[in-house]
């Protein structure tokens, strides 16, 4: 006998009815999302409570007219439990969230990404797994993401030929990317943040770091050493920045910017009770009101911070922020998509030689060299873990050039081999923190932090 399947906290009901109810609920809901794109269509946009009553009204209509035809055929008329079931699923698909809300209630996805009808999620542990289809059809993917961008926390947003791009916040703080027109199909990605309190250790046990590079970067840290960590998309870098922000003391005060909330620092009082978090802000349907990252990373450096860490670096900000590593903000952290570590420096050199100083290629180096400590990467391991491939220390600039040195090595299969010894200067600085230097120049393995 088969396993009867819930719906709802109360009912059960067995497959095939199941069956009836999920297919009635797709094909309510898509008549209730052509209904309302006529409105808009026609300029009335609707809004909140306005737009839940008139889906509310569109799916009793539809429902009417079903039952009217099956009477007017001879066929069996929906019973009321299963019109109710329906009315209340057809209602969560066309509201809020929608048919993204059951990915997202799922707390093991931390990526989601939407091709027409397509979908596909990645777990938290790496796994990539195809979904079954949450819309009817691209138009239904379009129409979905015109409403949930209409009600962005941060401001009304556009999404429509003029305007093909999205990028907003959710409620619960994922990041969601779509586009249309520019695309052989709509398309929509959420990135998701759960806003939870990462260590070291916890990044120990998971193959991230070993036991060398938790002490190393826990007195990096105490040290008060700037540091980038760079990878690719996905890497772990935002991970890892927050393992690295659980090592600064509770005392000091943080200011955090970013461009859409990842990081969610303020939220943890008793790790971080004094810190302040800024985010960008993208110019409103008219155009106006848009705040930049460089802009926020400027009025950070006035509001007393012990430490500034941005989120992202990736365009305008690199010279205010490099400015401010260099003036005495010791101990700012922040990420960089960068293919390796040696790389990291071009990297930051080139979004500072197209921001609004326009800074030659010496001073940059200059300013890189004097800016910033350590460089920090992650990598994909084969398997799919995210390792810390290299630690590379900034020790000058020569010219054009920045100089460093890669002072920890790891194979992506978890291998630690051999690299150059740190400075005299980084060996002292360290060791005042309790870091035994002889663990990372012997490379001996199994030692205990």
């Known amino acids: 006998m088969t396993e009867p399947m819930r719906i709802g906290p109360a009912r059960l009901v067995d497959p095939a009815h199941e069956k009836t109810v999920r297919d009635w609920s797709r094909y309510v809901s898509a008549e209730v999302v052509r209904w309302l794109s006529s409105d808009v269509a026609d300029g ?49 698909q066309v509201c809020g969230l929608g048919p993204l809300q059951e990915l997202l209630d799922d707390r093991d996805i931390e990526n989601i990404n939407l091709t027409g009808t ?17 819309v009817g059809s691209g138009e239904e993917l379009v129409a979905l993401v015109r409403r949930i961008a209409a009600q962005s926390p941060a401001g009304e947003r556009r999404f429509d030929p003029a305007a093909p791009i999205l990028d907003m916040p959710l409620s619960d703080g994922s990041r969601l990317n779509a586009v249309m027109e520019v695309s052989s199909a709509p398309a929509v990605s959420i990135r998701r943040h759960r806003y939870r309190t990462t260590t070291l250790g916890e990044l120990r046990g998971l193959g991230t770091v070993d036991a060398t590079l938790v002490a190393l970067l826990r007195a990096a840290v105490r040290a008060r050493r700037n540091i980038v960590i760079t990878g690719g998309t996905g890497a772990g870098k935002t991970t890892l920045l927050r393992a690295l922000a659980a090592e600064v003391p509770s005392s000091e005060r943080l200011v955090t910017i970013e461009d859409v909330a990842e990081l969610g620092l303020e939220r943890d009082r008793a790790a971080h009770p004094d810190a302040v978090a800024l985010h960008a802000r993208p110019p409103n349907v008219e155009g106006a009101g848009e705040v930049t990252v460089a802009e926020l990373v400027r009025a950070a450096l006035r509001m007393s911070p012990d430490r500034v860490i941005v989120g992202e670096t990736r365009g305008s900000e690199t010279v205010p922020l490099l400015t401010a590593m260099s003036q005495g903000n010791d101990g700012s952290l922040t990420t960089l998509h960068a293919a390796s570590s040696e790389g990291a420096a071009s990297k930051l050199g080139a979004y500072a030689a197209q921001s609004d100083e326009r800074l030659p290629l010496e001073a940059t180096a200059l300013l890189i060299a004097s800016a910033v400590h350590l460089i920090v990467h992650l990598s994909a391991a084969p398997a799919g873990d995210r390792v810390v491939t290299s630690v590379r220390e900034v020790v000058g600039a020569e010219g054009q050039r920045v100089v460093s040195n890669e002072i920890y090595r790891r194979s992506r299969a978890g291998e630690v081999v051999p690299a150059a010894p740190p400075s005299p200067e980084t060996i002292e600085v360290l060791a005042e923190h309790g870091f035994e230097i002889a663990r990372l120049v012997g490379g001996v393995e199994g030692w205990s932090a």
């Open 44 to 92: 009335h946009v609707l809004e909140g409570e306005e737009y839940r009553r008139r889906a509310e009204r569109t799916i009793r209509h539809v429902l009417d007219e079903s039952a009217q035809r099956a009477l007017s055929q001879g066929r069996p008329v929906m019973d009321a439990v299963t019109e109710q079931e329906v009315t209340r699923r057809a209602l969560a």
């Open 118 to 134: 397509a979908v596909w999620v990645r777990y938290a542990d790496g796994r990539r797994e195809q979904r079954p289809a949450v």
